[in-house]
């Protein structure tokens, strides 16, 4: 504590420790623009120090029987159940992300991630036996990469923190995750109570900024594997920095939602409009629909019938467990969602609702970073609004008239995280799933991710995802009897 600012630490080698020359960023609360915590502005130093120290600790937990790996990630299963409340709220502050969000929806899955991760850690040391002939015999071995880089975003901290190591941790790696400038403090809460848990070493936490660090961290000749959740063009950065390591990329999205005239229509304005886009994160997830697709037919009725929806979202204190909806993650990122705005009416597109945006949006909150939901139509797919990722609350339509145009719109992006299509009509439901190029496709919902499928994305929107394999890599051994 410094005054009512918190600083928080490095987690590196078991020890909690500042930046080595004391250097700190602010962390701003996006929904009042006051500085509430400091962090470290960690850079070369610390990335070499955390790097050798997730070396040095890595011949034992690699060693380590899987099952007492699995020991340990109950223990922080634990945790996350014990301290729930307080890091829902720590992340909340952070990054805006409404409370009735990462109280009710992300910390009470994280218990069971850690859980399911413990569960699965003998999948790291399955091989397979080949028998080549009489007297020849293949195997394959599972071995972990060594020390993985984790490098997340901002929008849900904790909940990236989870995926990517619980399971690179329980496949045998040592790692170093590295937290978005932007909103660290929960993982670097985080870091607090897992010092108490790990061997120092095993887990290792530095922040800082991308350039700086985390460069640093990817560059590494110490790090075997980086996974990535973040931009598209970080992505490309880092493949220049961290040459041929193998890569997870889980990046950005221009996620279609196609609703069909003869969906569910209750459903699915609510699909749309609630889940989809507009709350939960301000539109600041990598798989917010941020292109509506509607059939012709159900155009005019639907753009009403989200209109009226929209109208009567909660925006205001994410802390407050009836908003709907919080503000923009950073004084940086509302800009950028402005200039879109701005953007949006330059090209043409036809505003529905929304536009306003600054403190007259939330006056009881006049210093925060707030955009009001908006919604643009057009026809042409090929605007820039329609193109670019604008990780915000601000929405576009288009309509179609037949399934192949809603195909060929949808798939008409340089991006392929996730669609959503709404449809009573169970072959075409099958026919969207075959057509789509996603990684994700949901049928009547939208933004579910249980733990147990693959989440992952196919063009710029990258490859692999956080799974125990992907944190292994094989090895073929041939045995002549
Ligand atoms: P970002 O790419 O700017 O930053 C992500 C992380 O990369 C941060 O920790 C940042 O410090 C770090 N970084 C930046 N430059 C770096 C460099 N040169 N070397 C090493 N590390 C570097 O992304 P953001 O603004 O924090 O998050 C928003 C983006 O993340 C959006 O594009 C969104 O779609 C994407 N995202 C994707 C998923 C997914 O699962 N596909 C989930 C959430 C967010």
């Not at 923009?328 to 509302?334: A, G, L, M």
């Not at 037949?402 to 719109?409: F, G, K, P, S």
Request: net charge negative; charged share 20%; with cysteine.
């Amino acid at each position: 504590m410094l005054g009512d600012v918190i600083v928080y630490r490095n987690l590196i080698g078991g020890e909690l420790r500042p930046a080595a020359d004391g250097r700190t960023l602010d962390s701003v609360n996006p929904a009042t623009g006051e500085t509430w915590a400091r962090i470290p502005r960690s850079g070369p130093a610390e990335a070499e120090a955390a790097v050798a120290a997730a070396r040095a600790a890595l011949p034992r937990w690699a060693a380590m029987p899987a099952l007492g790996r699995a020991r340990y990630l109950r223990q922080v299963a634990d945790l996350f159940t014990r301290h729930a409340d307080e890091l829902a709220r720590l992340e909340t502050t952070d990054n805006g992300r409404v409370l009735r969000d990462t109280l009710h929806r992300d910390l009470p899955g994280m218990a069971f991630l850690w859980q399911l991760a413990a569960g699965q850690v003998l999948d790291a040391v399955k091989g397979d036996t080949v028998l080549l002939g009489p007297d020849a015999l293949g195997l394959t071995r599972r071995e972990p990469y060594g020390v993985v880089a984790c490098v997340i975003p901002w929008n849900s901290p904790v909940s990236t923190f989870s995926a990517k190591a619980a399971f690179a941790l329980a496949a045998g790696n040592t790692v170093v995750v590295k937290p978005a400038e932007q909103a660290s403090a929960s993982v670097l809460r985080l870091a607090e109570l897992l010092a108490e848990v790990f061997p120092p070493g095993v887990l290792n936490i530095v922040a800082g900024l991308g350039e700086e660090v985390g460069e640093a961290l990817v560059g590494h000749r110490g790090v075997q594997k980086v996974s990535l959740t973040g931009s598209t063009e970080t992505a490309l950065r880092i493949t220049r920095t961290a040459g041929v390591k193998p890569m997870t990329f889980e990046l950005g999205g221009k996620s279609p939602v196609i609703v069909f005239d003869d969906a569910d229509l209750d459903r699915a304005v609510d699909g749309v409009t609630v889940n989809s886009i507009y709350t939960g994160n301000a539109g600041q997830v990598c798989v917010a629909g941020s292109r509506i697709l509607i059939h012709r037919p159900i155009w005019a009725e639907l753009i009403q019938r989200i209109a009226e929806r929209a109208g009567k979202l909660v925006l205001g204190e994410p802390l407050d467990l009836a908003t709907e909806m919080g503000p923009i993650v950073s004084r940086e990122q509302y800009r950028r969602v402005v200039s879109y705005l701005e953007l949006a009416e330059a090209e043409g597109a036809e505003r529905v609702f929304g536009g306003r945006y600054g403190a007259a949006v939330v006056e009881a909150l006049p210093g925060g970073y707030w955009v009001e939901p908006a919604l643009y139509t057009t026809t042409d797919n090929g605007l820039r609004i329609c193109q670019e990722e604008i990780f915000g609350p601000v929405a576009v339509a288009l309509p179609f008239d037949t399934e192949a145009e809603a195909v060929r719109l949808a798939n008409d992006s340089r991006y392929g995280l996730a669609a959503g299509v709404w449809t009573r009509d169970l072959g075409r439901a099958h026919r969207m799933i075959r057509d789509l190029e996603a990684g994700t496709v949901w049928v009547n919902t939208h933004r579910q991710m249980p733990p147990g499928l693959p989440f992952g994305g196919v063009k710029d929107s990258g490859y692999g995802h956080d799974a125990m394999i992907e944190y292994t890599r094989e090895k073929a051994a041939i045995i002549q009897i």
